[in-house]
């Protein structure tokens, strides 16, 4: 059975910091492309950043420069460093796992407001 579980959301100040976490079981991690995607009330789904087998990433145009995507396969874990927060970030952030089929987690929130 996959697992997919975030982690690290928050409340912060606009400007300020948050480290997401997404831990998978049940996949060969090392093996699996790792995504971040956002979700804003009233809005579609939308892609942030993604971190490919080979350490290669990509990011939003809205977050590049802020944001960072890492992971560590002897964690089987994804992280995603968001600095200079603005309230527009504001969002439920989910993982997604992709190995032979799509993972999805269940969604981590993510509030920036003073």
């Known amino acids: 059975q996959v697992q997919v579980v975030e982690s690290g959301g928050g409340l912060v100040q606009p400007g300020g910091s948050l480290r997401l976490s997404c831990e998978v079981s049940?996949?060969?991690?090392?093996?699996?492309?790792m995504s971040w995607y956002r979700q804003a009330p009233g809005m579609q789904r939308e892609w942030v950043a993604d971190?490919?087998?080979?350490?290669?990433?990509r990011y939003a145009a809205s977050v590049k420069g802020r944001f960072t995507i890492s992971r560590d396969n002897d964690k089987n874990t994804m992280y995603l460093q968001m600095n200079s927060l603005k309230p527009e970030d504001t969002a439920v952030y989910y993982c997604?796992?992709?190995?032979?089929?799509?993972?999805w987690g269940q969604g981590t929130q993510v509030t920036v407001s003073s």
């Open positions: 997604k796992a992709s190995w032979r089929d799509n993972y």
């Open positions: 049940g996949i060969i991690f090392s093996s699996a492309s």
């Open positions: 971190i490919i087998t080979s350490g290669g990433t």
